[in-house]
């Protein structure tokens, strides 16, 4: 007898046979995997992730919304209103209107002492003292102001990740110099100790040499610490909730070329065009002069068009249809002082905002400046502690053969690894001071809106 197996069947075979052979850990992925980032990997992740920023551009969606509620308050209202009420004498149900000759003819209103209302109210503006027009330009601008504070937002995000980007690499550099020096140590104490047995050198030499490991041993370990918590400030400055997942950064190229910057004086000039929140304090202020006009403008009369259409019935429910339409204006005579103290508020507010320019103005003024003499003076320090490491290796090359042959002391060993370790550690220091230095000016100058 056959088996005739469809072919549906035996895909359906397949898939199966497949899902059990895979195994749990290949199906769930691994939780313990490292994930590595480059900067540019970085930045993205923390602008679509980073709390901050989010909460910034729902600020621009609700000053959208602000413009949307200004512009409403141009527009008619229209509203559907009833009621019931009872008096305590009977009312009419509609004006009293008679016309001579009183006779049989005569159109008595109804007077009910229990009367129903139900109609639809009109309202338009047509003339606020100018407050209309200005409440929607003060609402645009209020959300090119949240645009740009988003923009600040963003750049300090990319400074900041930046600077943490390059000191976790510095700290990975020293991490790496700390664990040579902790091996050329260990084998340095294995050298003494094998000298010390044969009676070459004192034991003071192998304590000192054995007080230095540990001491090294701890450099190492405070290296350590610091890196893994920068890893964590990495970690909250990208928005990233599982805060126990493992992340690596891909290292950039070292720059230690010199950077061609432009003048000093074109990139203040140009800070000031650039930065967003130069611009957004510029707008404060217009929307502060507007403010003022608005207050002035209480002074004004509003004039607005009203009616109603409406009916009102007792307790018959026969409904006595009225209607009205009509221009009003209201003119303010006496408040007891209070459109002047509006006027004098908003005044204030617009010197504050003055001052805060001001303030703002110095601040990118010695940013640029202090970009500026960053770059500068790492370029230079680079360019030392180069040479520093350099002539460090020799002397502790030589300081190495020198105990060997017996001619030189085991703390000169000693101190010869300590400055090797020192330049190396002022070599990253360095590097690090210049590219944060350059982070600086890419903010400082509001090149890119914090693009990297």
Known sequence: MKLHIRPNAVLIIFIILGCVLISPAARAGNPGQTERYTLADIIDYAVKNNPRLRISDKDIVSETYSIDTAKAERMPRIDFGSGATRYRYAAPLTPIVINPPIGPGTDFPDFERNIYDVGGYFRFPIFKGGRLVRGVQVAEMKRSVAQDNYSTTRQELVYNLTSVFYKISQLEKLLQANDATVKQLEAHKRNVGIYFKTGTVPKLDLLKTDVELSHAQERRLFVKNNLESTYELLKTLMGIDDMSSNIRIEPEPQRKEAVAAPALDESIQKAFLQRPEYTAVTKKKKISEEKVKIAWGKRLPDIYAAGEYSGKSGDSLAFKENWSFGLKMILPVFDGGLI???????????????????????????????????????EERIEVTEKAIASAKESLRVELLKYDTGAGTSTDVIDAQTALLRAETDFCQALYDKEVALALMRKATGEGRGDL
């Open 340 to 378: 002047r103290s509006e006027i004098d508020k908003e005044r204030n507010e617009l010197e504050k905002v003055k001052e805060e320019e001001r303030f703002l103005k110095i601040a990118i003024t010695r940013e640029v400046r202090d970009a500026y003499l960053g770059i500068a003076n790492a």
